[in-house]
Structure formats: C-alpha cells, structure tokens
C-alpha cells in the first residue's frame, strides 16, 4: 500500500521508527501587539484603503445602513445570515435578499447578485485584513462571486495582525471547515505586469467599521 | 615592534595584478604594520572546489594551511578567496581532525583587506588622495558572506578628491564566478553587459572593488565594448597619494 | 552542457524583447519584495527567516510524525487522505473517483505540484475536461507552454501574444487591453467554475495539528475551486507539511513578502474538510493527495535535505542573475531558478542536465532572500561534486579533470608553480598594457576561447608580485 510505502521510506530515509517519539517543536512565535482599539480601527481602515479597498466608519449602526444604502443604490444584493446584519437593518435595505440556507439557491443567487454584503468573524489591523470563517451565519460565496463585496463589522472584532488572531483561535479547524483571510479586492498582474482587479473575487471591497 | 600581518594575495593578483598586492602592503605598511609574504603561496584552492574537485581543493587547502600556520594575521585582498579560507576550508577535511583543527586556529585570523582596515587597524581614513569620479561594485562574496558593504564606502568616502556615485544594482553579480564565466560564457557575458551598462549610467571613470577577479570581468568588457572606463582595487585607491 | 540547454539559454540572450520582458518583471517583483521586508515594513523578517528554517528543520526531521498526525485531522474532519507514490499514482486516484462521481469537468487552480506530474495531460487523456482557472496558467493552458516563473507564469508573453491566443483558441476578437483580456477569461472561467464537478488545488502549506490545507492567492479562483464544485481534491508534496496552525503566523509573514512584496496575499485559505453540518455551501467530499514522487530520495540525503524547506515563493529567481538572463524556459523541469537547479538533480539525476548545477556564479543573492534560509549555493556546491565523482566513475571528461590534477599539483609546489607561471607569462603577450583581442596560437585552449568570446583578456605583466617583492 503507497501509504505503508511511503511512511517507510520516510523513516528509513530519516533514520527514524513507526511510532518514535519527535523531539521538541520550536517554540510558537507570536507576538501580540499591545494595541488600543481606536488606533487599530484607524490602521485597519487605512490598510484597506492602500489596497483601493473603501471604508468607512459608522458610529452606529444606523450609519452603517446608511452607507450600505448608499454604495447599493438600487443594485441587487445577497446578505449573509450574520446576526450583526439584521441588527443594522441591512438585510431590509431594497434589493437586498438575505436567509439562504440552502447552497444550490445561494449559489444561483450569488451568480447573479451584484453585490455581496457579509459581516466578518474578525479583522486584521496591520494588513486590512477581513477574517472570515464558514458557518450557518456565514456562506464562502457571498464574498466571492458577486462583483461588489460589502463587509460591515463591529469595532470590537478588529484584532492587531495575525499573531493575535492565532492566539485567540488557535485552532481554526475546531470552529470550521473554511477560514478565510480577504486582504483588499481579488487582483491579478499575469499579463505583461500590469495591475487588474477584480478577476474571479470581487473588484470592489467596502469595509464599514461600526463603533 | 610593529605587528606582522602577513599577506596572502591570491594567485591572480599574483600572476596579473601584482600592482594590487603592491598597493595592498604599501597601505599596510603606511598603516605601521610590518608586512611578509610567505614565499611557499599560492593559491586557496577554491577553483578546484567550485569546479567540483574537492579532493584536489582539499590538496591545495592543506599546503594553504601550511604556509599560513604561524601568521598571526592573514590580510588577503579577495572577499571569494577569504570566504573560501573561512567558510569552505572545513568542507574539506571531512573526517580529519587535524586539519580541521589547523583550519578553526586560522580561520579567525584571515582577513579580507577592507574589513582589517577597518575593524583590526580601526581606520577609515588611510591619508590617501585620488582626483576621480569612482562607482563602487559590490563583490558577493564579500557582500554576501562578510557583511563587506559600507566599510569599503567610508574607506572611500575619506579619499580626497574622490567622488564615489552608486550604480544602480551594485549588488548584482559581475558574472565572473570562476569556472562559470568559461563554462557558461554567453551566460557571464550577458551578466557583465548589464553590469557595465549599470556603470557607464553612472558617469564614473573608475570602477572599484574588492575582488581583483571582478574587477578583471568588468575590465575585460569595457575594454571588448571599447569604454573609456578604468578599474582599481580598492587597495590600489588607498594607495594613492 | 546539453545541446537543448545550450540552443534555449542562446536563443533567450539573443531575444532582446524577452530579456527585457524578464529583467523588467524580476525586477519589479524585486523592489516590492524589498519594500515589504524592509527594517521598516517588517523589523522582525531576520528573526522569522530564523524561526521558519527551524520550523522546516524539525518538521522534515520527523517527517513521519507529522504527516501521520495530519492525516489523522483530515480524517477527524471528515475528510481522506490518499498516499500516491508517482504521478500515475495520483492520475489514478483522480480519474477513478471522476468515474465514480460521474464528473467530467474539472477546475483547476495553480499548482506547481500538478504541473510536477503532468496531471493535467493525463486527465485530458482520459478525456476529463481540466481546466486552469488562474489566469496566467489559463493562458498557459491554451498556448500549451510551460510555466515560466513559479509566481508570475506568462511573464514572458505580451498583451498581443494573449490577445492573438485568445481569439485563436476562443473565437473571440483580438483584444489587447490587459483589463479586457482579464474580463474575457473571467466570464468564460466563471462558467467552468459553477458548472464544474471537481476542483483541484494545490496547498502552500499542510497543517497538521488542523488536518487542513492553506491555500494563498490573489485572482480568487482557488476559493472558488474549493467552494463551487462539490469534490475538492488538494495535491501536495509531503514536504509541505507544518506542525501548528499557529506556525502560519511566521510563514504568512514570509510568503507574500518574499513573492510579491505583499503583506498577505488578497487570499489566504485555511480549509479541513468538506462543509460542516450547519454550513451553507463548500464541497461535500475532500481530499488531501499526499505526493512522494522522489521527495523520500531527497530526504535520505541529509546534505541536501534542506532542499524540502522550500515554499515557493520564488524570491530567489527574482534575485537570480543567471535566471534573469535565461529564463524560466531554458531550465529542463518545471522548477526553474535556483530552487530548480538543486531539486531537478535530485528529482531526476544529474544526467539529466549535468550543467545545471554549474550554471551558477554562486553569487549567493538567493540564499540572501530564501525566506527559510535554504543555502543553495551549498547545495549546488554539493551536486557539482557529485557531477565531477560520476565523470571519473564513468572515465568522462577526462582532460579536465587531468587539468585539475595537474593544477592541483603544481599549486602544493611553490617553485614549481613559480616556474609554470613564468612559462606561461613567457607565452602570454603583454600587449603593452592594453588588454587583449586575441590570443596567441600556443594559448588558444578551449577556456581561453570561451573568455575571448565575451571580453578581452588581461595582458600578462612584466613580472608577477612576487618578484615585484623580492625586488623591493
């Protein structure tokens, strides 16, 4: 069996036995930067933003809607089932279609929505980083097939860089089947060099940071 | 008494730059030390070694060690070769206790000429003059395995009437390699154009580095593209009065 | 040197629009590398280069432990493991379960792996319908080339060569604009995605304490190979393996900054398994191939170990001199650059292109920017070694190594060597300190020949240093 094949060639290769114990692993690195919350919202917004992302800053959730409205302007929309969501009222916004839970219409909606809107699990400061994680509040192709993804997010998920969402989520797998980390809108440079966005992802990103 | 530093200089400063080992101990000697050449050298072996021939590299090595057992201090004005001396020597002796022990005493000992001046003699300004526009190209060996990057350029910041310009990719390889520039010549060729391309931007008359073997690339496709561009080894710039 | 590594590495020097197309692309990826590692941009990048290597290092060194420990994840995920020695091995696997699955169309997104077993061809061989879904590699697929960089795969094809292509194989009119051309593979590729049965993948890196895959991106195509067909299969070498999810904090901080100079890339993708109850969409079968392939014969040798570390971000033939110059085509393998000059010997012997190990300056500039601090250049020491023990096993190449020895002997005997160097000197013109077109008949050795053949050579000085010494 290849399995059995190549575990045996390994070990002999390494010198080691079926079931020989490993010697410590490096130390795991994370350095947690002591950051307040304002100025990771602020570096988490500026982030986006150098990567041609929009966002915004609502300090309620009104504001939020507000927004939201603004970019839909009349353009049909796919909502995640985030609670955070229909706190805002976004799911009532017009045009908006929100509560799937099955992936075939999902799937045929995101096909043809204009715009996804989604709120986030967490996000990354020093990369403008959105953190999403796969669950009944969160669908993968929300944030992926429509053109326009929208993502509003509570100030209190905004974490300083990956070294602190590693230390609060270790082990990613335990949540989800999928995390995914959205860094600015889905880009491409294979032809010639030259800078396009907006290839298979979506090519305009809003992040609406409330609180 | 002043303090012997004895001198290694290579086997091609030996055969076609001697004006390079000459500069090299007129500086050291200005700088009060009292230099020797161990009659008994030649080479350090790492043509052999780059080619693949390691049991030949090894036999060179030895007499290396050989020759070099009771210096105190090793100055050599090559980056590759020092590097080859201080990084590869061990690669050599495998299970040969002996030399490998020889190898560790002497290794800390040899010193590419720019780093000695700098970090053993602790001077940056050696009184030299040259009325020159000059560019500096960054060997790899000394960059790369010595750190040698702004200690050439302070050297040569103190030398009156020199202007030093940077080229644009000073750090990128001549081309030379050894053996590689005639194995694969097309290759070298084509690395050393875009080196002197990079030099002629520059507007300078002089090339300068610490590898003689460098500077004999450059020198040898300036003169083949006909440019009125000179090269000097940075011992032969401090050597100037 | 072979005669087909010769003809390309002349015919890529001589194609001055192509040098330019690769010295300017390198070149670029080379700036913003530099930017995003600087001490500014990231302080601790030495530090994590140093944690990465011994990372790499101790995952390697038990190799077995880990790979058992992911498996064991996948399968508490709910996903499977499949083992494949060789390519056939994994061509099997999948064709196998397209015929089970009924599935016909496959997604693909970019995978050095695959590329490694030509898993494409054997599909299409058996009449599967695979198609690549990243751009450059879409581009590729329909030109049938090779990739020729391991980040930026056309960077040798222009906006009209694209343009060109793409009216030939889709019948669409010839459009030049790079935007356009995206738009064009976009709509024809979001098709393939939505009506797709399979998606394959590659993975950056295996997580073992998670049973998970990380994917990393920018286009958004592997998200949507993961997440729209209903079977995902990622293929990945074994060496891809690292222990903790938790070690991706140091390895993301490496990636994308030593490909492209981005902090992270648009996407990063940590997926364990087919959807979870409770989740709305995501594939509902997943499959991890775990690759041999010849990586167990790299493992054996403890010198040339370190070659497994490699994440391919290719910093180091952005950084390469020679790469800049000839190319990612010029390389007999998929690797290209220096990575690929010390893994393809040791993949697929060294006879298979004895040169490739000397095609190098040692100039070190990769080793420079590896981000877990592979040291090539020894490693290409090493393989020159061994080219030059096989010659004298086989008795090949004779002459040099005559010369070697002979140089050898003469350089352990100093007045010896004194004499040589004068009898050379004596042959040697001294062209009145100007340097030399052309060499004089008795010193017209092949060497000679090929020095002359790119610059001049230095005349011969009326004495050598040593006897300058005695003198003083």
Redesign the interface.
């Known amino acids: 069996m290849s399995r059995e094949a190549i575990l045996n060639q390994v070990r002999t290769a390494l010198g080691r036995s079926a079931g020989e114990g490993i010697a410590e692993p490096p130390a795991v690195r994370l350095r947690v930067a002591d950051v307040d919350s304002e100025t990771r919202t602020a570096s988490m917004l500026r982030a986006v933003e150098a990567l041609a992302g929009k966002t915004a800053r609502a300090a309620t959730c009104e504001d939020a809607r507000a927004y939201v409205a603004a970019v839909l302007d009349g353009k049909t929309a796919v909502a995640s089932n985030a609670p955070f969501l229909r706190e805002c009222g976004i799911v009532d916004l017009a045009g908006v279609q929100p509560g799937f839970t099955d992936a075939a219409a999902l799937r045929a909606q995101c096909a043809t929505a204009q715009v996804g809107i989604t709120s986030a699990d967490y996000a990354l400061a020093d990369t403008g980083t959105l953190v999403m994680l796969a669950s009944p509040a969160e669908a993968r192709l929300i944030s992926l097939l429509p053109p326009v993804h929208i993502a509003v997010v509570g100030k209190d998920r905004v974490l300083s860089g990956l070294d602190e969402l590693f230390t609060i989520l270790p082990l990613p797998a335990e949540q989800t089947s999928s995390m995914v980390l959205i860094t600015g809108p889905s880009r491409t440079a294979d032809i010639e060099q030259i800078l396009v966005r907006g290839v298979h992802g979506p090519g305009e990103i809003h992040v609406v940071v409330v609180g | 008494m002043a303090q012997r530093v004895s001198i290694f200089v290579t086997c091609i400063v030996d055969q076609l730059f001697p004006q390079v080992g000459l500069a090299m101990a007129g500086v050291l000697e200005r700088l009060g030390y009292a230099v020797d050449f161990p009659e008994d050298q030649t080479c350090c072996g790492q043509p052999a070694f780059n080619t693949g021939y390691r049991r030949e590299a090894c036999q060179v090595a030895r007499h290396f060690l050989k020759v070099f057992r009771d210096s105190e201090y090793v100055v050599v004005p090559s980056g590759s070769c020092t590097s080859m001396i201080a990084h590869h020597f061990h690669d050599l002796f495998g299970g040969d206790a002996e030399a490998l022990r020889d190898t560790e005493a002497l290794a800390p000992r040899v010193w590419e000429f720019s780093k000695f001046v700098l970090e053993v003699a602790g001077v940056e300004d050696v009184g030299a003059r040259l009325e020159d526009v000059v560019t500096y190209h960054d060997s790899c060996h000394a960059l790369r395995e010595f750190g040698i990057r702004d200690g050439p350029r302070r050297l040569l910041a103190n030398v009156r009437g020199l202007e030093l310009r940077e080229m644009d990719a000073a750090e990128e390889c001549c081309g030379f390699g050894g053996t590689f520039s005639v194995k694969l010549p097309e290759i070298s060729g084509g690395m050393v154009r875009t080196k002197i391309d990079s030099i002629v931007r520059t507007g300078a008359k002089t090339v300068v580095s610490v590898d003689s073997s460098c500077l004999m690339q450059i020198q040898g496709a300036l003169a083949r593209a006909a440019l009125p561009v000179r090269t000097m080894h940075l011992a032969e710039v401090l050597a100037s009065r | ?1 072979s005669v087909a590594f010769d003809e390309k ?2 015919s890529t ?1 001589a194609d001055a629009n192509l ?1 330019l ?1 690769i ?3 390198t070149g ?1 990826l080379i700036d913003h590398r530099k930017q995003a590692v600087a001490a500014t941009a990231l302080p ?1 990048y030495q530090e ?1 280069r140093t ?1 990465a290597n ?2 790499k290092r ?2 390697i ?5 880990y ?2 420990q992911f498996e064991g ?1 996948v399968t508490a ?1 709910g996903g499977k493991v499949i ?3 060789d390519a056939t ?1 994994v061509a099997d696997f999948v064709l196998g379960l397209a015929k089970a699955r009924g599935a016909q169309l496959i997604v693909k997104s970019k995978s050095m792996t695959t590329e490694e077993i030509d898993l494409n061809e054997r599909l299409e061989h058996h009449k599967l319908e695979s198609v690549e ?4 590699e879409y ?1 590729l697929q329909l030109a049938h080339q090779r990739p020729y960089h391991i980040v ?4 040798h ?3 009209y060569d ?1 343009g060109d292509l793409f009216a030939r194989t889709l019948g669409v009119a010839n459009e030049t604009v ?2 356009k ?2 738009l064009i ?2 709509a024809v ?2 098709q393939k ?2 009506a797709a049965d399979i998606g394959i993948t590659g993975a950056n890196f295996l ?1 073992a ?4 895959v990380t994917i990393v991106e ?4 592997a ?2 190979t ?3 067909p209903k079977i995902h299969i990622a293929v990945a070498g ?1 060496e891809k393996v690292i ?8 390895f ?2 490496l990636l994308g900054r030593s490909a492209t100079g ?15 109850a ?5 594939p509902e079968e ?1 499959y991890v191939v ?1 690759l ?1 392939n010849g990586r ?2 790299l ?2 040798d403890r010198g040339k170990r370190e070659s497994l570390y490699c994440i391919r971000c290719g910093a180091c033939l952005n950084h390469c ?2 790469y800049r ?2 190319g990612g085509h010029s390389f007999p393998w998929v690797y290209s650059g220096p990575i690929g000059a010390i893994i393809t010997p040791q993949f697929l012997g060294i006879q298979r292109e004895p ?1 490739l ?9 990769c ?2 920017v590896c981000p877990v601090k592979i040291d090539i250049p020894k490693v290409l ?1 090493d393989l ?6 096989a010659e004298q096993r086989s008795g090949t190449n004779r002459l ?2 005559l010369a ?2 002979l ?6 005997h ?1 007045r010896i ?1 004194e004499m040589a ?1 004068m009898a ?2 004596g042959v040697a013109p001294a062209g009145d300190g ?2 030399l ?1 052309r060499a004089p008949a008795l010193m017209n050795l ?2 000679v020949r ?2 002359l ?6 005349p ?2 009326a ?7 005695r003198k003083r």
């Open positions: 040197m590495v002349h020097l040098q197309a010295y300017r692309a670029r601790d994590l944690q011994a990372i101790h995952t060194e038990h190799l077995d432990h790979l058992e994840n995920h083992w494949c020695q091995e879904t990243d751009l450059g581009i930026a795969p056309a960077l094809l222009t906006r694209v790079p935007e051309q995206t593979a976009r590729l979001r995605f939505l997580v304490d998670s049973g998970a920018n286009e958004g195509n998200r949507l993961t997440s729209a074994i222990p903790r999810a938790q070690d991706l904090a140091v993301l901080k981005q902090a992270l890339t648009v996407y990063t993708s940590f997926l364990s398994g087919p959807r979870r409770g989740e709305i969409d995501g997943f775990l041999d167990t014969r493992l054996a001199p020679v110059k000839i040169s190990p000397f095609a190098s300056s040692l100039c070190g500039a080793a420079e020491l020159r070694a061994e080219v030059k023990q040099e190594r070697f020895k140089w050898a002997w003469v350089m352990c100093p060597y160097a050379a000197a100007k340097w077109r092949p060497p090929a020095w053949s790119q610059r001049d050579l230095p011969a000085p004495k050598s240093f040593r006897d300058l010494w």
